[in-house]
Protein backbone atom coordinates (compact mmCIF):
# COMPACT_ATOMS: atom_id res chain seq x y z
CA UNK A 1 0.00 0.00 0.00
CA UNK A 2 1.47 3.54 -1.37
CA UNK A 3 -0.04 6.32 0.80
CA UNK A 4 1.02 9.71 1.20
CA UNK A 5 0.14 11.43 4.54
CA UNK A 6 -2.84 13.35 3.22
CA UNK A 7 -4.01 9.75 1.97
CA UNK A 8 -3.73 8.35 5.25
CA UNK A 9 -5.28 11.54 7.34
CA UNK A 10 -8.35 11.52 4.90
CA UNK A 11 -8.59 7.35 5.35
CA UNK A 12 -7.71 7.63 9.10
CA UNK A 13 -9.46 10.33 10.18
CA UNK A 14 -5.96 11.16 11.77
CA UNK A 15 -4.58 15.15 10.79
CA UNK A 16 -1.30 15.10 8.63
CA UNK A 17 0.47 16.85 11.18
CA UNK A 18 -0.19 14.03 13.86
CA UNK A 19 0.51 11.41 11.34
CA UNK A 20 3.73 13.32 10.95
CA UNK A 21 4.89 13.06 14.47
CA UNK A 22 3.86 10.25 15.10
CA UNK A 23 5.98 8.86 11.73
CA UNK A 24 9.09 11.16 13.35
CA UNK A 25 8.72 9.26 16.46
CA UNK A 26 8.02 12.72 18.35
CA UNK A 27 4.84 11.44 19.89
CA UNK A 28 2.78 8.71 20.87
CA UNK A 29 -0.52 7.97 19.42
CA UNK A 30 -2.65 6.94 21.99
CA UNK A 31 -4.51 3.42 21.34
CA UNK A 32 -8.00 5.27 19.93
CA UNK A 33 -5.69 7.26 17.60
CA UNK A 34 -3.76 3.88 16.92
CA UNK A 35 -6.50 2.49 15.88
CA UNK A 36 -7.68 4.59 13.55
CA UNK A 37 -4.18 4.70 11.64
CA UNK A 38 -4.66 0.97 11.67
CA UNK A 39 -8.07 1.06 9.98
CA UNK A 40 -6.39 3.75 7.21
CA UNK A 41 -4.07 1.23 6.90
CA UNK A 42 -6.18 -1.81 6.32
CA UNK A 43 -4.64 -3.55 9.51
CA UNK A 44 -5.63 -4.96 12.73
CA UNK A 45 -4.26 -2.75 15.44
CA UNK A 46 -2.41 -6.01 16.99
CA UNK A 47 -0.74 -6.29 13.58
CA UNK A 48 0.17 -1.99 13.48
CA UNK A 49 1.86 -2.55 16.69
CA UNK A 50 3.93 -5.56 15.57
CA UNK A 51 5.16 -3.93 12.49
CA UNK A 52 8.78 -3.25 14.44
CA UNK A 53 9.04 -6.80 14.98
CA UNK A 54 11.31 -8.98 12.77
CA UNK A 55 9.21 -11.25 11.10
CA UNK A 56 5.79 -13.12 10.67
CA UNK A 57 7.67 -15.92 11.23
CA UNK A 58 10.03 -16.77 14.16
CA UNK A 59 11.93 -20.37 13.92
CA UNK A 60 13.62 -22.07 16.87
CA UNK A 61 15.99 -24.41 16.37
CA UNK A 62 15.93 -27.55 18.60
CA UNK A 63 19.84 -26.09 19.70
CA UNK A 64 18.70 -22.85 20.51
CA UNK A 65 15.39 -24.11 22.92
CA UNK A 66 15.46 -22.24 26.45
CA UNK A 67 15.98 -24.78 29.30
CA UNK A 68 13.38 -24.65 32.16
CA UNK A 69 14.17 -24.29 35.72
CA UNK A 70 13.43 -27.94 37.49
CA UNK A 71 13.20 -28.21 41.01
CA UNK A 72 12.29 -31.66 40.64
CA UNK A 73 14.70 -34.49 40.36
CA UNK A 74 13.61 -36.40 36.76
CA UNK A 75 11.76 -33.70 35.22
CA UNK A 76 13.31 -31.70 32.47
CA UNK A 77 11.87 -29.63 30.20
CA UNK A 78 12.03 -27.22 27.36
CA UNK A 79 10.50 -24.01 26.23
CA UNK A 80 10.14 -24.64 22.36
CA UNK A 81 8.43 -21.18 21.71
CA UNK A 82 10.28 -18.21 21.19
CA UNK A 83 10.02 -15.43 23.78
CA UNK A 84 8.31 -12.51 21.66
CA UNK A 85 6.42 -10.01 23.69
CA UNK A 86 3.19 -9.95 24.10
CA UNK A 87 2.75 -13.55 23.28
CA UNK A 88 -0.23 -15.23 25.09
CA UNK A 89 0.57 -19.16 24.61
CA UNK A 90 4.09 -21.16 25.43
CA UNK A 91 4.90 -24.40 24.37
CA UNK A 92 6.63 -26.29 26.12
CA UNK A 93 8.52 -30.32 25.99
CA UNK A 94 8.80 -31.80 29.14
CA UNK A 95 10.26 -35.45 30.09
CA UNK A 96 9.78 -37.17 32.69
CA UNK A 97 11.96 -40.50 34.43
CA UNK A 98 10.12 -43.00 35.93
CA UNK A 99 8.45 -42.16 38.93
CA UNK A 100 9.46 -38.21 38.55
CA UNK A 101 6.56 -35.62 38.74
CA UNK A 102 6.54 -32.48 37.41
CA UNK A 103 5.57 -30.70 40.90
CA UNK A 104 4.21 -32.14 43.90
CA UNK A 105 1.14 -32.02 45.29
CA UNK A 106 -0.14 -29.02 46.96
CA UNK A 107 2.43 -27.38 45.22
CA UNK A 108 0.48 -24.06 44.58
CA UNK A 109 -0.76 -22.87 41.08
CA UNK A 110 2.09 -21.73 39.21
CA UNK A 111 -0.18 -20.44 36.38
CA UNK A 112 -1.73 -16.90 36.43
CA UNK A 113 -5.56 -16.56 36.95
CA UNK A 114 -7.39 -17.80 33.91
CA UNK A 115 -4.86 -19.72 32.08
CA UNK A 116 -5.74 -23.04 30.33
CA UNK A 117 -3.16 -25.76 29.79
CA UNK A 118 -3.26 -28.49 26.79
CA UNK A 119 -0.93 -31.47 26.95
CA UNK A 120 -0.70 -34.38 24.62
CA UNK A 121 1.91 -37.31 25.81
CA UNK A 122 4.12 -38.34 22.96
CA UNK A 123 5.43 -40.76 24.95
CA UNK A 124 5.05 -43.10 27.53
CA UNK A 125 2.02 -42.77 30.42
CA UNK A 126 1.86 -39.88 32.67
CA UNK A 127 -1.03 -39.34 35.07
CA UNK A 128 -2.73 -35.76 35.55
CA UNK A 129 -3.85 -35.00 39.13
CA UNK A 130 -6.02 -31.85 38.61
CA UNK A 131 -8.04 -30.45 41.47
CA UNK A 132 -7.96 -33.15 43.93
CA UNK A 133 -9.10 -35.54 40.52
CA UNK A 134 -6.54 -37.68 38.51
CA UNK A 135 -6.31 -38.62 34.80
CA UNK A 136 -4.61 -41.53 33.67
CA UNK A 137 -3.25 -40.85 29.67
CA UNK A 138 -1.33 -42.80 27.32
CA UNK A 139 0.85 -42.23 24.22
CA UNK A 140 -1.51 -39.76 22.39
CA UNK A 141 -3.80 -38.46 24.98
CA UNK A 142 -4.19 -35.28 24.86
CA UNK A 143 -5.97 -33.29 28.37
CA UNK A 144 -7.11 -29.24 28.03
CA UNK A 145 -7.62 -28.09 31.96
CA UNK A 146 -8.08 -24.70 34.17
CA UNK A 147 -3.86 -24.15 34.28
CA UNK A 148 -4.51 -21.64 37.81
CA UNK A 149 -5.85 -24.89 39.67
CA UNK A 150 -3.09 -27.21 41.56
CA UNK A 151 -1.87 -29.71 39.25
CA UNK A 152 0.65 -31.70 38.49
CA UNK A 153 2.11 -34.42 35.96
CA UNK A 154 3.58 -37.84 37.12
CA UNK A 155 5.04 -40.72 35.29
CA UNK A 156 4.02 -44.10 37.07
CA UNK A 157 5.43 -46.75 34.30
CA UNK A 158 8.70 -48.19 33.70
CA UNK A 159 10.06 -45.89 30.97
CA UNK A 160 10.74 -42.30 30.06
CA UNK A 161 7.76 -40.59 29.59
CA UNK A 162 7.40 -36.94 27.18
CA UNK A 163 4.62 -34.87 27.35
CA UNK A 164 4.02 -31.67 25.21
CA UNK A 165 1.98 -28.36 26.99
CA UNK A 166 0.76 -25.47 25.73
CA UNK A 167 -0.01 -23.12 28.02
CA UNK A 168 -2.41 -20.33 27.26
CA UNK A 169 -2.11 -17.56 29.14
CA UNK A 170 -6.01 -15.73 30.51
CA UNK A 171 -8.21 -17.67 28.05
CA UNK A 172 -10.41 -19.29 29.95
CA UNK A 173 -14.36 -19.59 28.96
CA UNK A 174 -16.71 -18.12 31.18
Do not use: W
Given at each position: MDLSLRDLAERSGVSAPMLSQVERGE????????????TGLELRLSQLL??????????????ERRKGP????????????PPLPGQRAELSRHTL???????????????????????????????????GERYEL?????????????????????GEAVLLAVLSAGLRRS
Open positions: TSPTLQVAKRIARLDEGGAVSVVRAGSAVEGHGYEILTAPGAVTGGPGDPPMHEPGSRETAVVERGRVVLFCDLDGDCVTFDADLTHHFENPGP
